[in-house]
């Protein structure tokens, strides 16, 4: 009997069109924690504490510090044999789009070249008075950092509550409507509007793989549900 990885690598091979979603799973094979998992960051802390508006303004110094320890283990880690399955599969596939969560650009370092971050990017500071944003990998030497206009920098992420960056929703909207096969790897598909590209994927149509060790809410109704680590199993797709 041929199994499901078999299956679904048949309908990747044969696609002519791709959507991958991301989230914070993908990365865990890279050392960095996700949110919600074991271990995972939201366990420990309260994002109302860390990755809000509010916190922000209420304590910037503690958020940055946050933010700062993430920055220096991103910057000591490599992307993972996922990533890099994820680069080939955009080598051979026509149209490709990878539609990530995450904000830690492991993806680029891997090679992804046709990226939506619907999450922003941990690398960008923009200035609360200004709006200027640059990147920014050198360790901090001030929390919070400033602006040369005296503004201070925040981290050029989405916060829970805030909109996501400009035409980043309808780019992977319009992507995932387009798509034969969507594959969603390493997110719990709980934040939307993210999450809502799955249900947008079945509704058109299109084949849904999802790669999790975990069950999802999504995982009765997508066509594959492939139980293990993406390190290891988005490289089986190829
Ligand atoms: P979560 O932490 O919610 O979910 C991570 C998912 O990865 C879980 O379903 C795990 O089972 C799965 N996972 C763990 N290890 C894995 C592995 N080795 N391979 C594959 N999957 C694995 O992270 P996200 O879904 O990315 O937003 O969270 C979405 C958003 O919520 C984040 O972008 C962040 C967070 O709060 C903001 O901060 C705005």
Redesign the pocket.
């Known amino acids: 009997m041929r199994s499901n990885v078999d299956d679904a690598r048949d309908r990747v091979l044969a696609a002519r069109s791709i959507a991958v979603l ?5 990365s ?2 890279s050392g960095i924690p ?4 074991n271990g ?3 366990r420990k802390f309260r ?1 109302e504490d860390l ?1 809000t508006p509010q916190a922000f303004a209420r304590d910037p110094k503690f958020v940055w510090a946050w933010y700062e320890e993430r920055r220096r283990a991103i910057a000591a880690s490599q992307p993972n044999a ?1 990533h890099e399955a994820l680069v080939a599969m955009e080598n051979r596939t026509p149209s490709f789009t990878l539609i990530t ?3 830690d650009g492991l993806h680029e370092r891997a090679g992804s070249r046709n990226l939506i971050k ?2 922003g990017d941990i690398w960008i500071v923009r200035c609360m008075t200004c709006g200027r944003e640059h990147e920014e990998r050198a360790a901090l030497t001030e929390f919070p950092p400033k602006c040369g206009c005296g503004g201070i920098l925040r981290p050029g ?4 509550g805030e909109s996501l960056p400009a035409g980043a929703m309808e780019r992977a909207t319009d992507t995932v409507r387009a798509a034969e096969v969507l594959i969603v ?7 939307y509007p ?1 999450a809502g590209l799955i249900p947008l994927a079945l509704a058109g149509g299109g084949v849904v793989i999802e ?4 069950r ?1 809410a999504f995982s009765s109704e997508v066509h594959f549900a492939l139980h ?4 290891e ?1 988005l490289p089986w797709l190829l």
């Open positions: 991301t989230g914070a799973g993908v865990a094979e996700t949110f919600r998992s995972g960051y939201w994002f990755a996922g969560q995450n904000v619907l999450h992420v989405v916060w829970f790897a390493g997110t719990s598909a709980q934040i993210a790669i999790n060790p975990d999802t293990g680590p993406s390190a199993v």
